[in-house]
């Protein structure tokens, strides 16, 4: 009897033991799958957040970018028509010499004036511009205006107008002065580098594309709406519709073969167009994931362990999962350097590009404007025999030079920051223990160019201008460094080195 007794309770012990193992495994089993389900969740939710927040980043970033070279499209439009007052014009031959001059010294293509008879001056022609341009329509102009011109069928420009009430030339008076920017110049300001994951595009109010770049595949090069339209909800469309129309901002998801796909969009200063960026988030989601689903199958596989050794396994999970996390944050702040760095460096050059000489130029304008910049030097660049060397020897001889010129000029300013902001031009902003070493530098600069001259080398003409007490922006700096360059241009043609004509 106590024999039959002591079986029954080890029989007993023994199956609340396999009974009891069973369960803690099962609830750990349970909890790891649970607690996986919603990591996959959260992170989703967390990825979905990021995406957005990184669209609205490059969204805000870019309009601002367009928004400074339209202010300062605008200053030197006021530089432009300050010059012409104190020009004593008496024909239209000297205002079109005039006209080429502002060219010239403020890289204003396009610059035009109107008389009070809505007759457009240019460099080389004059037309009635009432019916063409739509700022004329009004009786007269009281402030700025940014408004659409339409040439060539579809392709668009942006025309900056402001109005100049005390200007009289030729004894008529002129009701306002213009420019036209190309659109391809404000797609460049735009350009999105990561184009396998994020793209970007130019719409008008309608939807219309106007920057001939690819939206996705869904949306591709078409109208937004009409790409849209049975993606997202009639009440979602018709909200998005309404944002274009009114200058609002906004943003969309919906899916397309699967995919999830975000845009975002702002609008570009008071020109009536809707600055768009779409990432496709699955390509984020995917990867995580997969870590997700990994992390699950290994946990699984620990089910014949007792409770203590998925207690051990899952710590051991959990710091190899912070391992990963850790990594791959690094991975994606190494991935953002690397775009900010692309989003800033002249591809043919390696030194900093246009974009990232406006968000420099913005800084010291602020310290300038704050009073906490003493010492502050600019160096305007330009080479000579450009075009001579792509019209006899060709552009990839032409693209040579270029290199070889940035090479020169960031050897001798070897404590300054070198940007190239066009395609014969480069700056170079000296600070510090650069601006300490201007004037050596600057004259072994001339004297490596000049000894070039004779040995067919490269040759750089430079100007130069320091910060001084009056100067309001960097730009004030930069006019007189301009007009010195172009002195030294003459005096290096007088020595024999190429120019664009010759």
């Known amino acids: 009897m106590k024999m039959k007794m002591k079986q029954i309770t080890n029989r007993t012990f023994l199956l609340t033991a396999i009974i009891g193992s069973l369960l803690i495994i099962a609830m750990v089993t349970a909890n790891s799958i649970h607690s996986s389900h919603n990591t996959i969740l959260k992170t989703e939710e967390a990825i979905f957040t990021v995406s957005r927040f990184y669209l609205e980043s490059i969204a805000d970033r870019r309009s601002h970018t ?22 004593d014009i008496e024909s239209q031959e000297e205002l079109r010499q005039t006209l080429g001059k502002i ?13 009070q008879d809505n007759v457009v001056y240019t460099q080389y022609t004059t037309y009635t511009g009432k019916s063409r341009h739509e700022f004329l329509s009004e009786e007269t102009m009281t402030d700025r205006t940014i408004s659409t011109v339409s040439i060539y069928g579809s392709y668009k420009q942006l025309c900056l107008a402001i109005p100049t009430p005390d200007l ?33 595009a130019l719409y008008s109010k309608n939807g219309s594309n106007l920057s001939g770049t690819e939206l996705g595949p869904a949306i591709s090069y078409h109208n937004i709406f009409d790409a849209t339209k049975g993606l997202v909800s009639e009440d979602v469309w018709k909200e998005n519709m309404d944002h274009f129309a009114n200058d609002v901002g906004g943003s969309m998801t919906f899916i397309y073969g699967g995919v999830t796909e975000t845009l975002c969009y702002v609008p570009l200063l008071n020109t009536g167009w809707e600055f768009t960026v779409l990432i496709h988030e699955n390509v984020i989601l995917d990867q995580i994931r997969d870590i997700s689903e990994n992390n699950l199958l290994a946990n699984r596989k620990q089910i014949t362990f007792t409770f203590f050794a998925e207690l051990i396994l899952a710590a051991i999970l959990f710091l190899e999962l912070r391992e990963l996390s850790k990594e791959k944050l690094n991975a994606e702040k190494e991935t953002r350097i690397a775009f900010q760095n692309m989003a800033t460096k002249d591809s043919m050059t390696g030194v900093r590009n246009k974009h990232a000489y406006l968000e420099y130029e913005n800084d010291l304008n602020r310290k300038i404007h704050n009073n906490e910049l003493k010492h502050l030097a600019v160096v305007v660049c330009d080479i000579n025999g450009l075009k001579h060397i792509n019209d006899t020897l060709g552009h990839a001889a032409g693209d040579k030079l270029i290199k070889d010129a940035c090479a020169l000029i960031c050897e001798i300013f070897i404590h300054g920051a070198v940007f190239r902001v066009g395609g014969d031009e480069f700056v170079v902003l000296l600070q510090d223990k650069g601006y300490d070493s201007m004037n050596e530098t600057i004259s072994t600069m001339n004297r ?23 100067d309001h922006h960097v730009r004030d700096i930069f006019e007189r460094a301009d007009k010195m360059m172009y002195v030294r241009k003459q005096e290096l043609k007088a020595m024999g080195a190429k120019t664009r004509d010759s």
Do not use: W
């Open 448 to 470: 490596k160019v000049e000894a070039n001259i004779h040995e067919n080398g490269v040759v750089v003409s430079i100007g130069y201008a320091v910060l001084e007490e009056g």
């Open 168 to 200: 009289t030339i030729m004894g008529k008076p002129f009701k306002a002065c213009f420019i036209q920017i190309d659109i391809k110049d404000i797609i460049d300001l735009l350009s999105v580098d990561n184009k396998s994951s994020t793209y970007f």
């Open 103 to 115: 060219k010239n010294l403020l890289s204003l293509n396009r610059f035009a004036l109107v008389d």
């Open 66 to 87: 367009v928004a400074n070279q339209i202010e300062s499209e605008f200053i030197q439009m006021e530089t432009a028509l300050d010059y012409i007052q104190h020009e």
